[in-house]
């Protein structure tokens, strides 16, 4: 009766979904009349009257009414991801950032002749982390190149032996780099130069027998533990005011690590240097060419990428991405979206924990848990030009021992030195964690002071004149970052980092992060991606028989649920825990 009021009222239309476009676009052919709109009113007001009603006298007619309004929401959700994903450019896989983990992902794609990819970038370049600026000037008034992230091709490899990736790729690219040769260092307090060199020495003694302890509780499982506490136990033991043993320990753990022994795993941060040091050899070469480090990356990627290619996507910065069984959606700030089979996110440890960009549906809980749990470190190089090298030319680095401050600008490097970058006369001091956040949140002219008063102490007898170039980067703050490389925290086990590494759906992960053996290193960045980028390939391929597996085909393992070692009945007077665990608050 109602839809025929409207037949009679309102010529040319007449039926239910007519009613429907008062307030959108009408398909009448004609305007709508006063007594047509006046009967569609009367009509929509008299059948919600109606619902009313059957929802209050009626149990199955509210049923019947949150089913249809559920049904209405559900369709309306799916019709608009259908023409969400209609607008998107569409690939088979999305790699999530560009740079050594993201280039060896889509090489190993290619390489598994799987080309429909994108790499999404932030930044206007590949490379990631391994970033350079311009800085100072020479002799013939252009800048140098120095490296404001990795710097360092570490372990190289030995004859007979396996060879670290990166070492390949320096090798076949002509990447110039020196042997960083860690016994040519002079070492200074507030007073200037006092060798206290020795306590090097003492420290590589006794922390033999600390690795050797740290490989017995790997292998029998034992509990980990902080490596201030392996370290002790094995006879390193620097008193708090003993700033010259503190400056070694600086500078044999949290330069690698950029974090102390009390916020590093014993187990886990040993093993990360053993399976790099060990595998392939202790030697570490410094990279100071002058087309950038990152050149490796970009001429691997040039095996497999044409000049300009279309799938490599600059300049684009990722606000959310949602993801589920069926496939991947990535949106960019600039409104466009990339829908994929599937993605590897490749971003930071430390752009994942301060939530840079969302995930949607969130991550679950053991998912969250590990990216949380881990921690990223921050290593900060000031750069200082002068107008000539008035430290030791011969001499690569300078060990600082502040009165006050543990890692106060602690280790210092010339670039001056023989097979560097001679008469450049640059210096750089680094500095990590506590200290990278301090002189990160401070202006360049504060840092600069600090800088100045440490190196007229390493010096008290010279005129030391202000630099002429003065520059660094601030990682912690940078939101393509958020850092610079991960750390394994002490007590934090192996199945906890399987959780951090393993995918979601379809949306994986790979980076130095996600790298178990290799951790916080350039290689490690390379091996995972190629992993994530083989794994999918055979996934798309069909050649995984179960995608469950545990093993090296299909989806990484991860685990629901992780336990302690104290089950809730030790918690007894016979344990020492004489009291309730659940005494409520008040």
Known sequence: ???????????????????????????????????????????????????????????????????????????????????????????????LGGGMAGVAAAQALSNSSIHDFVIIEYRDTLGG??????????????????????????????????????????????????????????????????????????????????????????TENGQDQTARTGLALAGWRPKIDDMARQAVEWWEWDWEDAYSPDESSFIFGVAGQNLTFNQYSDENNYVWDQRGYNRIILKEASTFLKD?????????????????????????????????????????????????????????DWKQTAIEKFTMGTYTKIFLQFNETFWPRDTQYFLYADPVSRGYYPVWQSLSAPGFIPESNIIFVTVVSQESYRV????????????????????????????TAFMYPRWSTTPWSYGSYSNWPPSTTLEMHENLRANVNRLWFAGEATSAQYFGFLHGAWFEGRDAGERIAELLGGKCAKTDTSGTCGNRKHWERLYGSSPLADYSVFDGWDVSSFYSSY
Not at 309 to 314: A, I, K, M, N, Y
Not at 318 to 323: A, F, G, L, Q
């Open 1 to 95: 009766m109602l839809w025929m009021l409207i037949s009679t009222a309102c010529p040319g239309g007449g039926g239910p979904a007519d009613s429907l476009v008062i307030f959108g676009e009408s398909p009448f052919k004609k305007p709508i009349s006063g007594v047509c709109l006046l009967s569609l009113v009367i009509a929509s007001f008299i059948s919600y009257s109606f619902a009313i009603f059957v929802v209050m006298f009626s149990k199955k007619g509210l049923g019947l009414l949150t089913a249809a309004l559920a049904a209405q929401t559900c369709a309306a959700s799916a019709n608009k991801i259908r023409d969400e994903h209609a607008t998107c450019k569409k690939t088979t896989v999305a790699i």
């Open 129 to 218: 982390r391994v970033a350079h600026t311009d800085f100072g000037k020479g002799p013939n008034g252009k800048p140098y190149t120095v490296e404001l992230g990795a710097n360092w091709v570490q372990g190289l490899g030995s004859p007979g032996g396996p060879e670290n990736p990166i070492w390949t790729f320096a090798k076949k690219w002509g990447l110039n780099n020196t042997y960083s040769n860690y016994s040519s260092i002079l070492t200074y307090n507030e007073t200037g130069y006092v060798d206290y060199s020795s306590l090097l020495d003492d420290y590589e003694t006794l922390v033999e027998d600390a690795y050797d302890a740290a490989g017995v509780l790997l």
């Open 308 to 364: 300009n290619d279309p799938r490599v996507q600059l300049n684009s910065i990722i606000t959310n991405v949602t993801y589920s069984d069926n496939g991947v959606t990535i949106h960019k700030e600039d409104g466009s979206c990339v829908s994929a089979a599937y993605a590897i996110c490749t971003f930071s440890l430390g752009v994942l924990q301060n939530n840079a960009v969302s995930f949607s549906p969130s991550f679950p």
């Open 440 to 467: 990160e949140r401070q202006s360049d002219e504060q840092t600069q002071k600090e800088v100045m008063a440490v190196l007229r102490k390493m010096y008290p007898d010279l005129d030391i004149p202000e630099p």
